[in-house]
């Protein structure tokens, strides 16, 4: 009998330890955590997984990290409050697991605690994945996340951090200094695995939403008040951009780059955008609609529309990026067809010697030219 109960209990801990990542995204795993709303921060481990509830506010006081093998799911309509400057952020971390189920009447908020709201009042959402990088090297190699600490990057290109749907992320952008701060979402080495889609940065402090390597396609994008970019993509991003609604921007509408440090690194990065709408809205807009940066990669654009600023590509000279230009002379930069309102004055910057990396037509943008997308009623703010 004694021998018969040792092995039972062996086996019982047997089938709790080998729950797969695939279980705990089903809810089958048997460790599941209560998160005390009144005190949002700490950590799921391996194993554990928790699900908000709707009907509560979420005071976030402090960082949270979904750990690798652990799953956090938020339903639609839950609200998240942070407060704490750099100290409050959430992260998903290489193999944890983010569930956002909001809807188009009933997103999924994460916003600013604070009495009076300003932008940089908390951090913002970030998610590391194992899809490639140049970051770190060009077969592989891994990198440390600008914010968070955390590792991201790898081969799995359609590697899975979850499903993110119907999220507004709101009055963040934090900054340690003047070169480290949160964006409103930081992607990094995110695969192709990962939903992202319907998704709002509003009033950051930083960039809204910044794609670090990987090879998530998101879909449904919305910038409103970035006090850098609007939407980035660096160090060899590799996906589709699709549907994205930009507004109020201090910089460059779409900041594309290959690599700061070294502009012709590899993998290089090979973005496919589709149907944009960029407005400089009501700040400076002072790196102009799209800026074709630190070597640029590949760049497949279709059906941009660009209006509010004075200069509607820029580039930097051939004798500081070389990488950029090359690339434009070869043709691996398109924009076909893009538009430019009447407020700019400077189609391009680029000064090379291939005339058709461009077809100017008249463009819907993301949806009605220079309007509100009709995709974007109901679930975002500040329109």
Request: charged share 15%.
């Amino acid at each position: 009998m004694k021998n018969l109960l040792l092995s039972a209990l062996a086996i019982a801990v047997l089938t709790f330890t080998s729950c797969s990542r695939d279980e705990d995204s089903d809810g089958n795993n048997n460790n599941t955590v209560t998160i005390n709303p009144a005190d949002f921060k700490g950590e799921l481990l391996s194993g554990q997984s928790a699900t908000l509830d709707a009907t509560q506010v979420y005071n976030l006081t402090g960082s949270f990290i979904v750990r690798g093998g652990a799953t956090l799911t938020i339903p639609a309509g839950t609200r998240i409050e942070a407060t704490g400057g750099t100290a409050s952020y959430i992260a998903i971390a290489q193999d944890g697991l983010l569930y956002v189920n909001g809807t188009s009447t009933n997103p999924v908020i994460m916003t600013s605690g604070n009495a009076v709201k300003a932008t940089g009042d908390w951090g913002g959402l970030v998610i590391c994945g194992r899809a490639n990088t140049n970051k770190g090297g060009s077969t592989g190699q891994t990198a440390t996340s600008e914010v968070g600490d955390l590792t991201y990057g790898g081969t799995e290109n359609t590697d899975s951090s979850g499903v993110i749907r119907y999220l507004r992320v709101e009055y963040t952008g934090a900054a340690y200094n003047a070169t480290k701060e949160f964006n409103g979402v930081s992607l990094f080495g995110v695969g192709s695995g990962t939903v992202f889609e319907y998704v709002q940065a509003y009033k950051s402090g930083d960039d809204g939403i910044e794609f670090f390597g990987g090879n998530v396609n998101a879909k449904y994008l919305i910038a409103l008040h970035s006090e850098d970019d609007a939407v980035d993509f660096a160090d060899g991003y590799s996906g589709t951009l699709e549907n994205v609604f930009i507004k109020d921007v201090a910089k460059a509408g779409v900041e594309g780059s290959n690599n700061g440090d070294n502009g012709a690194a590899t993998p290089t990065t090979n973005a496919t955008l589709k149907n944009f709408t960029i407005l400089k809205g009501s700040l400076a807009g002072s790196e102009h609609g799209m800026f074709m940066k630190e070597g640029s990669g590949k760049w497949n654009c279709q059906n941009i529309y660009i209006d509010g600023f004075t200069k509607g590509l820029k580039i930097n000279a051939s004798s500081v990026d070389p990488s950029s230009n090359t690339n434009v002379d070869n043709g691996f930069i398109t924009f076909n067809p893009i538009y430019f309102g009447a407020t700019v004055t400077t189609n391009s910057e680029y000064a090379g010697t291939n005339t058709t990396y461009l077809t100017v037509g008249a463009n819907t943008g993301a949806g009605n030219s220079g309007a509100t997308p009709s995709w974007a009623t109901g679930w975002t703010t500040g329109f």
